[in-house]
């Protein structure tokens, strides 16, 4: 998706207008539903999926006491 006022999108640079969300295990997914590289040198946000609200499966202790992957 090109944004109206995007430098980048105007300077043709490679690069992704979502968030990465980084999993425990070093797997990533971004939160734009179009993006089709996972690197991080693309996207200007990149959290850790602990940050988000309300936090994410894979940081909660499992029954077992292993964490979710």
């Excluded at 990465?20 to 850790?48: G, K, M, N």
């Amino acid at each position: 998706m090109r944004a109206p006022t995007c430098q980048s999108c105007e300077s043709a640079v490679d690069h992704c207008h979502g968030t990465l969300i980084v999993h425990l295990r070093r797997i990533a997914e971004c939160t734009d539903e179009d993006c089709f590289d996972l690197d991080h040198a693309r996207h200007a946000f990149v959290v850790d999926c602990a940050d988000i609200a309300g936090g994410c499966a894979c940081t909660e202790p499992a029954v077992d006491g292993q964490r979710h992957a």
